[in-house]
């Protein structure tokens, strides 16, 4: 190592065995240039050693240096990296309004996929164009029929225990043939459509949301944007139609097994015959009864589809993000599931009133 014209000359190897020799022979108080031309070796602790000789000599130009030393001082060195800026700290109203601001662009987002949806679909029926070949029907069958065991089971299983809570209470006031009633109104008008809704939200919404979220994170959508093709009248609308078709045939199955399950209670528990429940049923049901309840669910199969739609479109970060997307589709589907059908109640019963 040797000094001349406020140019610091340094030899050898720059590593954890020669610094300190190097840094007790340091005497200089002035240095405007670093020479590594005679530099054989550096490790991590000689990037350390000229990263203090730059803090000591007020930051000396470094020259010739070989593409070794560059590399190792890359790799090494924390004087290169770019600095990291401070955040800000945010006060309340500015993360208010951060807020309220991505949920207006939210609300933004979703009336546009709404638009596409409903555009798309209505379109896509007198124009087939842009469609997969028989995607209709692999997705009634994916959505519709592989759905009907479950939705059975547990409309059975829900009309049974209905039937039975209510038994107990009417037969205390013999009142057995009442249950015919309960079962007639809370199935067809309520239940049958609710539990249909909520199947599909965990069984089908949640597919639909991770189908599309795997597309977005693996490029697939964009690749179908660079060949022209929309990815909403591909993917999305045939199971808008798929949806639409099979959601008045599973909720038409839900309320018949529901009732059937109430029937096996009035016939088991309160000896009522067959003919007279059903006879109650078919006089306690009317065609506007049948009507709102199929009304209902077809709003509960376009909200599962574009909400599971919306969340795959947003996905992002890969395996992960597939997972909390599919999992605030099936939360958010649920959602609104649960408003649409109060809502409608409500409308419902005041329109009772009124009449």
Not at 280 to 287: Q, Y
Request: net charge positive; with cysteine; glycine share 6%.
């Amino acid at each position: 190592m040797r000094y001349e014209d406020k140019t610091l000359y340094l030899e050898g190897a720059l590593t954890k065995d020669t610094i300190a020799f190097k840094l007790e022979k340091l005497l200089l108080t002035e240095v405007s240039k670093i020479d590594l031309v005679k530099i054989s070796k550096i490790d991590s602790a000689g990037v350390a050693f000229l990263d203090e000789l730059k803090d000591r000599f007020d930051n000396p130009k470094i020259i010739n240096t070989s593409d070794e030393i560059v590399q190792s001082m890359r790799i090494f060195s924390p004087q290169i990296l770019p600095k990291t800026e401070e955040k800000i700290k945010e006060n309340m109203f500015v993360k208010i309004g951060g807020l309220v601001v991505d949920h207006l662009v939210s609300v933004k987002n979703a009336f546009y996929l709404i638009a596409d949806v409903f555009y798309w679909s209505i379109f896509g029926i007198f124009n087939r164009k842009g469609h997969r070949k028989g995607s209709v029907v692999q997705q009634s069958i994916l959505i519709g029929m592989d759905a009907v065991w479950i939705v059975a089971l547990l409309s059975f299983i829900l009309g049974l225990i209905l039937a039975l809570q209510a038994a107990a209470q009417l037969r205390q006031f013999g009142a057995n043939i009442f249950v015919a009633d309960l079962m007639a109104l809370s199935m067809v008008v309520e239940m049958g459509p609710f539990l249909t809704a909520i199947i599909l939200a965990g069984r089908s919404g949640s597919a639909i949301a991770s189908e599309i979220a795997t597309m977005k994170v693996t490029e697939e959508i964009d690749a179908l944007k660079m060949m022209a093709i929309n990815p909403i009248r591909y993917i999305v609308v045939p199971k808008f139609h798929a949806i639409t078709i099979c959601i008045s045939l599973l909720v038409i199955i839900s309320t018949l097994v529901g009732i059937l399950g109430g029937l096996v209670v009035a016939v088991t528990y309160l000896d009522l015959s067959p003919v007279a429940f059903l006879t109650r049923v078919f006089e306690v049901v009317k065609l506007r009864d049948a009507l709102i309840a199929l009304g209902k669910s077809y709003f509960f199969a376009w909200i599962i589809v574009i909400i599971g739609s919306y969340y795959g479109f947003s996905a992002k970060g890969g395996a992960e993000g597939v997972g909390k997307v599919t999992t605030k589709a099936v939360v958010a589907s649920i959602f609104w599931v649960i408003i649409i059908d109060a809502m409608s109640s409500l409308i419902f019963y005041y329109n009772v009133k009124l009449i």
